[in-house]
């Protein structure tokens, strides 16, 4: 099993629609979590750090829920510049550092 | 430029040559770390460096791999003698010293190798 699990997509979405992205990690040690977003052929950018508390930034609401080890990421009001791959991060707070998922790939249409 | 910075940009070499990467992070990082990631794969970990200490190597981090950081600033990544699926994106990130778990960490742009 992955230690972390995204849906490759891609998800096609109409610009303003809401889409949402789910990831599950497999390692319950896990200590804290990020989405980051990468452009083609860019390196990784931290998007937003995920508390369990749910927390958002603008357009973007993270959720955590680790009994059920997902974590979630929410856009609304999409724009053509979302458009990109996400990528879930875990960390577990070892040497090995952050442990990705493969990412989700997002295409806003307009 | 404050960001994480490496070099070359880009490489392609022939199957069977040394290849050298650079890396400099974040001034004030003691934190380096190497990442590979290829086509449709997220990054995976290759090494981590907490100031000139190489604390962790992965399993992926073959024999013909070696990492250092000398002073404990820029880092070198080196593949010797390189094959077909050494081709990939070698990414490098810092993370700040008093971050902890809960810090993610600054890329650079990466190094793309190409094996031909």
């Known amino acids: 099993r992955k230690e972390v699990e995204q849906d490759p997509g891609p998800f096609n979405v109409p610009e303003g629609a809401t889409v949402a992205f789910n990831c599950t990690y497999s390692n319950s040690a896990s200590q804290s979590f990020f989405w980051y977003r990468q452009d083609c052929r860019k390196e990784p950018k931290l998007l937003m750090s995920?508390?369990?508390s749910g927390n958002e930034d603008g357009r973007f609401t993270a959720q955590l829920n680790r009994a059920s080890q997902y974590i979630s990421l929410l856009i609304r009001d999409s724009k053509l510049s979302d458009s990109a791959t996400y990528l879930c991060?875990?960390?577990?707070?070892?040497?090995?550092?952050?442990?990705f998922g493969k990412g989700t790939h997002l295409i806003i249409q307009p | 430029d404050t960001g994480v910075s490496q070099n070359p940009r880009h490489k392609i070499t022939k199957r069977g040559q040394n290849v050298t990467f650079r890396c400099d992070p974040i001034s004030e990082h003691n934190r380096l770390y190497w990442y590979r990631q290829t086509l449709g794969q997220g990054p995976e970990f290759l090494t981590y460096?907490?100031?000139?200490?190489?604390?962790?190597k992965s399993r992926l981090l073959s024999d013909r791999f070696s990492a250092e950081r000398p002073k404990g600033s820029f880092s070198t990544l080196e593949i010797q003698r390189t094959e077909q699926g050494d081709s990939a994106m070698y990414l490098c990130?810092?993370?700040?010293?008093?971050?902890?778990?809960?810090?993610?960490?600054?890329f650079g742009s990466g190094t793309r190798l190409t094996v031909v």
């Open positions: 460096f907490q100031n000139e200490a190489q604390l962790e």
């Open positions: 995920v508390y369990s």
């Open positions: 991060v875990v960390n577990t707070g070892g040497a090995d550092g952050l442990t």
């Open positions: 990130a810092s993370s700040s010293p008093r971050g902890g778990p809960g810090y993610g960490y600054t």
